[in-house]
C-alpha cells in the first residue's frame, strides 16, 4: 500500500495508538542543545562611555532564531527541522494541548534528530531589529474559528480535539505575538543559517510558516524534502504564472512572483502538503472556514505549477483519504500518531528514513 491510502483505521485503533505512543520505551537522547542562528548586528555611531552609557556606539544583535535540537541514540543521518506558524512558537510541536506526545517526540521515536524552531522576532529569538507595537488584543474566540477547532462556541462534530476545558484553556495559550514586523525574507534568511549549521535536512512547516518554508528551500540546497501542514500564505509562482488573487469571507489571499530560475529549485526535492477537514467547498460567509477554501484552492494551483516544471508535490487533503476531524492542527489533533505514521511513509518512500 503506497502512503496516500496508508493509516485509514478506526477510532479504537487511534486510541489505541495513542495509548501505546504515551506507554513507550523510555527514549533515549544521546545530544541535546539550543542555539541561535542567521540574524544581523546593528552598530550605533559614536564612542561607548562605559561610565555614562548611551546609544552611542553601541550594538544590537537580533532577527535570529532560535532552536532547540534533540538527537535521540542510532539517529538517523537526516535531522528534521520543525517550523511554527502564525501567532505561533516551537511549542506547536511539543507536547499536545491535551497532553500526549507531540511531533518532536513522536519523530524522535522515529529516529530523526528533532530541531524546534522559534522564528526571528518570535518566542525565545524576540530581539527584533525592526520597532512594533504589541497590543493586547483579545483574538480567542476568532483563532477558535479560524483554526477550525469549530464556530465559537460550538465545536464541530467528529473534530480531532478534546474538548474539556483545560485543554482549550492550553491551546489558547500557545498564542505569541510578534515583536517586530513579520518579514519572511528574514524568516527564511535564519532558516537557511540554521541549515547550514545542520546540514541536510528534511524541513516542516505550519501555515504562515509555508511561504518561508518555499524561501528557504530556494536559498539553500541541503533541504532535502518539505512536509507543510497547511501552509496558509506565501505561494510562489515563476514570474508571468501568478495566479489572480483569491477573495474570501476573511480577506484577498495573494501569491506571489520570483523568477524562473528560483521557482525551478523547489522541483529539486519531494515536498507534502497536507489539508485537514471542514472545509467548504463553495464560498460562505463563515470567515473562519472561508479563508482556508482558498488557501487549499491555492495550493492545488501551486501544486500543478512545481510538477508543471518537474517537481515531486503531493497535496493530501486527508478526508479524502478517509481521516476526517483534522483541525489547522493536524500534529496536535487526537489522530497525531496516525498523521505522523503517514509523514513517517513518506519520507520512506522518498529514501529519508
Known amino acids: 500500500m503506497n502512503f496516500l491510502g496508508a493509516c485509514m483505521v478506526s477510532t479504537g485503533i487511534l486510541a489505541a495508538a495513542s495509548a501505546s505512543a504515551q506507554q513507550a520505551e523510555p527514549l533515549v537522547i544521546s545530544e541535546q542543545g539550543s542555539f541561535f542562528a542567521g540574524?544581523?548586528?546593528?552598530?550605533?555611531?559614536?564612542?561607548?562611555?562605559?561610565?555614562?552609557?548611551?546609544?552611542?556606539?553601541?550594538?544590537?544583535?537580533?532577527?535570529?532564531?532560535?532552536?532547540?535540537?534533540?538527537?535521540?541514540?542510532?539517529?538517523?543521518?537526516?535531522?528534521?527541522?520543525?517550523?511554527?506558524?502564525?501567532?505561533?512558537?516551537?511549542?506547536?510541536?511539543?507536547?499536545?494541548?491535551?497532553?500526549?506526545?507531540?511531533?518532536?517526540?513522536?519523530?524522535?521515536?522515529?529516529?530523526?534528530?528533532?530541531?524546534l524552531v522559534d522564528q526571528p522576532r518570535r518566542g525565545r529569538a524576540g530581539n527584533s531589529l525592526e520597532a512594533a507595537t504589541i497590543e493586547p488584543t483579545p483574538l480567542d474566540q476568532l483563532f477558535f474559528d479560524q483554526f477550525r477547532l469549530g464556530i465559537w462556541p460550538d465545536y464541530f462534530e467528529g473534530v480531532q480535539v478534546d474538548q474539556s476545558p483545560e485543554t482549550l484553556e492550553q491551546f489558547l495559550r500557545w498564542i505569541t505575538p510578534n515583536t517586530g514586523p513579520y518579514d519572511p525574507n528574514v524568516v527564511a534568511d535564519a532558516m537557511s543559517a540554521l541549515v547550514d549549521r545542520t546540514g541536510p535536512a528534511i524541513l516542516f512547516t505550519h501555515s504562515q510558516g509555508g511561504g518561508p518554508g518555499w524561501l528557504t528551500a530556494i536559498r539553500n540546497e541541503d533541504i532535502r524534502a518539505i512536509v507543510s501542514y497547511e501552509p496558509g500564505s506565501g505561494f510562489v509562482f515563476p514570474e508571468g504564472e501568478v495566479p489572480e488573487t483569491m477573495p474570501s469571507a476573511g480577506g484577498p489571499l495573494a501569491a506571489e512572483a520570483v523568477p524562473l530560475e528560483d521557482f525551478q529549485k523547489l522541483t529539486r526535492f519531494p515536498i507534502l502538503i497536507y489539508y485537514g477537514d471542514n472545509f467548504p467547498t463553495e464560498p460562505t460567509e463563515r470567515r473562519g472556514e472561508d479563508i482556508w477554501r482558498v488557501r487549499l484552492d491555492m495550493a492545488k494551483l501551486w501544486v500543478e505549477a512545481v510538477n508543471r516544471h518537474g517537481g515531486d508535490v503531493t497535496l493530501v487533503h486527508l478526508p479524502e483519504i478517509g481521516i476526517t476531524g483534522n483541525t489547522h492542527f493536524p500534529f496536535s489533533d487526537l489522530n497525531n500518531v496516525e498523521i505522523a505514521d503517514h509523514t513517517a511513509q513518506f519520507l520512506a518512500e522518498k529514501g529519508l528514513d
Open 39 to 115: 540574524g544581523s548586528v546593528v552598530t550605533t555611531p559614536g564612542t561607548y562611555n562605559n561610565n555614562v552609557p548611551t546609544a552611542e556606539g553601541q550594538s544590537i544583535h537580533g532577527d535570529h532564531l532560535y532552536t532547540f535540537y534533540q538527537i535521540p541514540q542510532d539517529a538517523k543521518s537526516t535531522p528534521i527541522v520543525m517550523l511554527h506558524g502564525h501567532m505561533q512558537s516551537a511549542r506547536s510541536w511539543e507536547t499536545t494541548p491535551d497532553g500526549r506526545e507531540g511531533f518532536q517526540t513522536l519523530f524522535l521515536r522515529k529516529g530523526y534528530p528533532v530541531y
